[in-house]
């Protein structure tokens, strides 16, 4: 298994610009999280999908995020237009049905300029 | 959410045993408890998670209080690998069980 795959793994933008981070979860798994870490914020849950619904978005910054999670297989974080402030490592994760680990892609380095 | 306390640091010598602490007294009965580990430059892995009893697997060992209001994991013998930021993170039955991660500790290993 090849894993939680973000893309891109690094993205250099203008500020004001639209944003697209994308994440495919393992397979069959049926719970999927976006995380932000800063340093001064540290790892930040954004929203947490459960079988493709979002359950929980209260850690959405603000309206300028969204995410979606059209299947089982794809998700996307849209950031528009996005701040210098937006600057991270987001993180996607997934997880099986049953209670155990999330599995955490390697993340994307978003820097806005 | 149930809060957590650790230590924002800690150092150990390369070789020897790690025990790294973690208060959550506001967790319930049916919250499991995980650990979680980020290396430099890398997102999070899972390292253990329990219960009520204590748990080992070929990372490490897992001991919960009786009253479940605190947990240790233990590295048995601490390399220059486990040199990361240690997350203890309760999965809330309440929350969902969404992962929130706190500070965490970081740990330094000295060869």
């Known amino acids: 298994d090849a894993g939680v795959i973000q893309s891109p793994r690094h993205e250099v933008t203008e500020m004001g610009q639209e944003v697209t981070l994308r994440c495919k979860p393992i397979?069959?798994?049926?719970?999927l999280f976006w995380y932000r870490q800063t340093m001064m914020r540290g790892l930040e849950l954004l929203i947490y999908f459960n079988n493709n619904v979002p359950i929980d978005d209260s850690g959405m910054p603000e309206d300028r995020f969204s995410a979606k999670m059209p299947n089982a297989s794809f998700s996307t974080l849209k950031i528009q237009p996005s701040e210098p402030r937006d600057s991270a490592v987001y993180f996607c994760?997934?997880?099986?049905?049953?209670?155990?680990?999330?599995?955490f892609g390697q993340g994307t380095r978003l820097t806005v300029v | 959410d149930a809060k957590t306390t650790q230590p924002n640091s800690m150092e150990s010598n390369e070789e020897e045993p790690v025990h790294l602490p973690c208060n959550h007294s506001?967790?319930?009965?049916?919250?499991?408890i995980h650990w979680y580990r980020q290396l430099p430059s890398q997102g999070p892995e899972y390292v253990i998670h329990g219960l009520t009893s204590n748990v080992n697997n070929r990372m490490a060992s897992l001991a919960i209080a009786e009253d479940r209001k605190s947990s240790t994991l233990i590295l048995h013998r601490a390399t220059l690998r486990d040199a990361a930021v240690y997350y203890c993170?309760?999965?809330?039955?309440?929350?969902?069980?969404?992962?929130?991660f706190g500070a965490g500790t970081r740990l330094f290993v000295k060869a």
């Open positions: 994760a997934s997880r099986g049905q049953s209670i155990t680990e999330a599995f």
């Open positions: 397979s069959g798994h049926n719970s």
């Open positions: 506001t967790i319930s009965g049916t919250d499991y």
């Open positions: 993170i309760p999965l809330l039955n309440t929350g969902g069980f969404k992962t929130i």
